[in-house]
C-alpha cells in the first residue's frame, strides 16, 4: 500500500521537508546568540556531510580508496582564504612576510566584485587546483591496484601540509602562523536581520554540491562507477575505459572535497597547517563508514550524529566527572576520541553496514518503518 | 661539503635508513601475507616508543629492551587478532579501514593516556657513546644500526628460505588459498608475520628515537609512511627489497635535509614512490605478478 | 572459396610467455564470418589465455591477432623478453599494437568468463544497462544533467527489449548473486550481446551444467547466433555440446596447436585422443 505512494505525494513531502527545514534555519541563524552552538554544530555538520558523500562517491561507489581528504582540504581552504579575507587587513594577517605582490595585486584587481562573487571565485578555484592534483595522481596511480592510492594519496595529504607551513611558503600561505579574519557566512546587509546566512549558505552550498554527486551517481556514468567497484575486469570487458572513470571519480571527489575545505575556513575563521592533519581525514572515514559505504543518505545523516554527539552531546567525556563527591577516573581529555575511535571498531568489525548499509532514505519506508520493523528482511528481499 | 661531513652524512643516513628498512620489513611481510597495507604499524612503532619510555623509567636498558620488544609483539599479535583476524572472509577494503581505524585508535588512545605532549625518550648511554674514527665522530647508535640491521635481516632472510616456517610463509604469500588447502595453518603463519614485523618496529623505534629524544601520538605517522614507500620502491613482498628501499629513503632524506630542504626531504619520498609507480610497479627487485583472469 | 574476405578473426603465430613459461606457444587460428568454432583442450591447455590475448588482456609476446582486415593486437618480445623467449618467428612481426580490453570490446567483440564475473549486487537490468555505455554520445557534464534524456530513454529501451528477447524480462530487478547459476550464465552472455558484437568469445559456457541444462544452452547459443547475426568461438569440455554445435575445431595442448577439422576429422585423430586420455609412447 505505502510501496504504491505515488510521485506527486513523494514531490510534496519533499517539498515540505524544505521548506520547514529553510524556516527552521533561518529562524536558527537570525538568532544565533541563544543558539550558537547549535548553530556552529549545524554549520560543521553540513560542511562533513559534502567531504563524507564525496568520499562515498569514490570509497562506496566506485571502490576506490583515497586518504587525501585532508590535503584536498586544506587546497581548498587556503585558496579561499587567500581570496577572501579583505585586502584591508590583509597586512595584518601577513605581518611578517606580506603577501607576495602577485598575489596580491591579482586579489587588488577582484576587489571590483563583491565580496560574495569573490568567495565563490576562491572556492572554485581550490576545487580545479585539487581536482588537478587528483588528476596528476591518479595518473600513474589509478593503473595500478588500489591499495596505491591509499598511500599515494595520503603521503600527498602529509606533503601539503608540510608545504603550506614551510618558511618558503612565507608569502602566500603566511607559513606556521596560518590565516585569519576570514570572513563567515553571514551576509552582510543593512535589510537583512544579523546572521542571515550562517546556516541558509552553507547548506545551499552543500545542496548543490550533494545534488551534483547524487546526479552523477544516478547518471550513466554513476553505472559505470559501479561496475567497476562490482569487478574492474568484466566491467572493461563491457568497453568501460577504467582509468579514465577512475580519473573522473577521483576528480569530482577531490574537487568537492576541496569546496568543502574552503567552506570550513570561512567556518573557522582562521586556519593554519596543522588543522589538516591525518586524523581529520579519520575523523571522514569514521562519518562515512558508520554511515554506511554506499549510501549517501547515510553519509549525510552520519555527519550530522558524529559532530553532533563529538562538539556536543558527548563532550563531559573530556570533563572530569564528579558523582557523589568522587572523581569517575576515565573522564579528561581526548577520552571523547577514544570512545569515538572504539565506535568505529565496533562497527567495522561487528556492524560493517553502518547505520544505512547502501540503501538510502525514502519516505515510504520511513512511513512504514514501525509496521515494517519486524519482517525488515522480507521486506528487502522482496524488494532486491 | 667537505669529505668530512659527507661521510658523516653518509653514516647518519646509512643509520636512519636501517631503522626504517627495520620498520618496513613489517609492512612488506604483511603485505605479502595478506595484500594488508597495515596503517597500524607506524602506530605500533610509536606505541614502542613510550612502551621504552615508561620501562626505563623504572628498569635498567638490559632489562628494558627485551621487555620492550616483548610487549611490542604482544600489541602487535593482539591487534591481528581483534582486528584482522575476524575479517579474513570480508572485501579487502574492509580490512583496510580496519587498519586504520586501529591507527586511529592507537594514536588517540596515546594522546589519552600520554597527553599529545612530546615524552623525552630515554636515553641509553651506551648507545650515545661517541666513537671519533679519523675526522668523523658518531655515537654508536649511528654505527650500530646499519650492523644490526643487517643482522636481523640475514637471520630473517635464512628463517624464511631455509625453514620449513619460512616456506609455509612463501606459500602463503604466493597462493593464500592452495596454501590453505594444502594444509598450512594459516592463522599460525599470519600471527609468526605479526610477531616478526611487530619485533623489527620495535627495535626499529628503539634504534629511531634514541637519534630524536621524543615520542609524540604522531611521531609514528612520517616514518610509517616513509617506511611503506620504502617496501614498495624495494617490491613490496620482498625482504631485501624493503632493506634496500629504507637505506635509500634514509639516505636521501638526511642529505635533502643538510642541504636545507628538509621540508622538501618528505614531499621527495612522495616523488619516488609516484616515481616508481610509474616506471616499475613492481619496485626494484621485486617481482612481476600477472592477474589471474 | 576467398576465405579471407570472411575472415573474422585471425591469429597469427602467437605466443604467450609468463616468464620461462610458454602459455600459448605459435598459436595460429581463423575464424570465418557465421562460424561457430571451438576451442578445446585437455586443462591447462591455455585456451583462455588465448582469450585473453584476443580480448586484450594480455598483450602477446610474439604474434600478431586481426579482427576483420584491421590488426587488434601485434607485438615481438620486448625488454628482458629478448632474452627469454622461447618461442618461434621472433622478430617476423615489426611494432607494436597493445590495445586495453575496453577498445576490443568497442571494436566489437566481447566475451563471457569462465568463472562467472557479473556485477553481483547490481540488478539484471542494470547488468546490461552497463553495456550500453561506452556508446554514450553525451558528454559528462551532459549526462549528469540529464540533458540526454532522449539517448538515456533509448538505452534503456535497448536493454530492455534485449532481455525480453534473452527471456530474462521477468527477472530484471533481481539482484544478479540472487539469480540461479544458470540464469547467471545467461545474463552474462546476455551482456556480452548488449554490446552489440560481431564476435562473440564464450568461456566454457556450459561448465557446472547439467545434460538439459546443457541442451537448452545449444539451443540458446544457436538461437542468439541467428538473431544477432554472431560469429562465436567457444572454449568448452562438454564433448556433446562441442561436437553438436561447432563448424570447426581447434585442439590445443601446452598451448600448441595439435589437431584441426570438422568435428569428425578432430573426433579420429590419435594426436587429440592422445592428448585427451594419455598414450604411451
Known sequence: MLRSMTKKSTTLLNLTAVVVLVTLLYLLEINKNSFGMAVSILQKSVILSIVAVSMNLLNGFTGLFSLGQAGFMAIGAYITAIFSISSDTIDSVYYTSGLAPWLMSFKLGLDVFPSAIRILFGLLLGGVVAGLFAALIGIPVLRLKSDYLAIATLGFSEIIRAILSSPQMDQITNGSYGLKNIPGFAIESDFLPVGTGSLLVPFAIAALCITFMVMLIKSSYGRAFMAIREDGVAAEAMGINLLKHKELSFIVSSFMTAIAGGLLAMFMRSIDARTFQISMTYDILLIVVIGGLGSITGSILSAFLVTASKEWWLRFFDQPLITGGITIPLFRTGFRMVVFSVLLMVVVLFFRRGLMGNREFSWSALLSWPKRMPKAKKGANKRG | M???????????????????????????????????????????????????????????????????????????????????????????????????????????????????????????????????????????????????????????MYLINHTKLGMAMRAVSKDYDTAKLMGIKINQIISVTFVIGSAMAAIGSILYFTDRM????????????KCFVAAVLGGIGSVPGAVL????????????????????????????????????????????????? | ??????????????????????????????????????????????????????????????????????????????????????????????????????????????????????????????????????????????????????????????????????????????IANNLPYGKQRRLEIARALATKPELLLLDEPAAGMNPQETEALTDFIHQIKNDFNLTILMIEHHMNLVMDISDRIYVIDFGELIATGTPEEVQNNPAVIAAYLGVDE
Open chain 2, 2 to 156: 667537505t669529505s668530512t661531513t659527507i661521510i658523516q652524512h653518509i653514516l647518519t643516513g646509512i643509520s636512519l635508513g636501517g631503522a626504517y628498512a627495520l620498520i618496513a620489513i613489517g609492512y612488506t611481510l604483511v603485505y605479502g601475507i595478506l595484500l594488508l597495507i597495515n596503517f597500524a604499524h607506524s602506530d605500533i612503532f610509536m606505541m614502542a616508543g613510550y612502551f621504552m619510555v615508561f620501562a626505563m623509567a623504572v628498569m635498567p636498558w638490559p632489562i628494558a629492551i627485551p621487555l620492550v620488544i616483548a610487549v611490542t609483539i604482544f600489541l602487535g599479535v593482539v591487534i591481528e587478532k581483534a582486528a584482522y583476524k575476524p575479517l579474513r572472509a570480508a572485501p579487502r577494503m574492509s580490512i583496510m579501514i580496519s587498519s586504520i581505524g586501529v591507527s586511529y585508535l592507537l594514536q588517540n588512545l596515546a594522546t589519552y593516556l600520554f597527553s599529545a605532549l612530546p615524552k623525552g625518550y630515554p636515553t641509553i648511554s651506551p648507545l650515545k657513546r661517541v666513537f671519533q674514527i679519523g675526522s668523523v665522530s658518531a655515537s654508536l647508535v649511528t654505527f650500530l644500526t646499519p650492523v644490526l640491521t643487517l643482522i636481523l635481516v640475514f637471520i630473517l
Open chain 2, 214 to 225: 621524543s615520542v609524540t601520538p604522531f611521531s609514528g605517522t612520517l616514518p610509517g609512511l
Open chain 2, 245 to 293: 628501499g629504507g637505506f635509500i629513503i634514509g639516505i636521501s632524506e638526511t642529505f635533502l635535509t643538510a642541504m636545507g630542504y628538509s621540508t622538501y626531504s618528505d614531499a621527495f619520498t612522495f616523488l619516488l614512490l609516484i616515481l616508481i609507480l610509474i616506471f616499475r610497479p613492481t619496485g626494484l627487485i621485486g617481482e612481476t605478478v600477472t592477474d589471474k583472469v
Open chain 3, 1 to 174: 572459396m576467398d576465405n579471407s574476405a570472411s575472415t573474422v578473426l585471425a591469429l597469427r603465430d602467437v605466443t604467450m610467455q609468463f616468464g620461462g613459461v610458454v602459455a600459448v606457444d605459435n598459436l595460429s587460428l581463423e575464424v570465418r564470418r557465421g562460424e561457430i568454432v571451438a576451442l578445446i583442450g585437455p586443462n591447462g591447455a591455455g585456451k583462455t589465455t588465448v582469450f585473453n590475448v584476443v580480448t586484450g588482456v594480455y598483450a602477446p609476446t610474439n604474434g600478431q591477432v586481426s579482427f576483420g582486415n584491421q590488426v587488434i593486437a601485434k607485438n615481438s618480445p620486448q625488454g628482458k623478453m629478448q632474452k627469454l623467449y622461447a618461442g618461434q618467428n621472433k622478430g617476423v612481426y615489426k611494432g607494436s599494437v597493445q590495445p586495453t580490453p575496453d577498445q576490443i570490446t568497442k571494436k566489437g567483440i566481447a566475451r563471457t568468463f569462465q568463472n562467472i564475473r557479473l556485477f553481483k549486487n547490481m540488478t539484471v537490468f542494470e547488468n546490461v544497462l552497463i553495456a550500453k555505455h561506452m556508446n554514450m554520445k553525451a558528454g559528462f557534464f551532459a549526462a549528469v544533467f540529464r540533458l540526454n534524456a532522449k539517448e538515456e530513454k533509448n538505452m534503456r529501451a535497448e536493454s530492455l527489449a534485449l532481455l525480453d528477447m534473452l527471456g530474462l524480462a521477468d527477472l530484471k530487478d533481481e
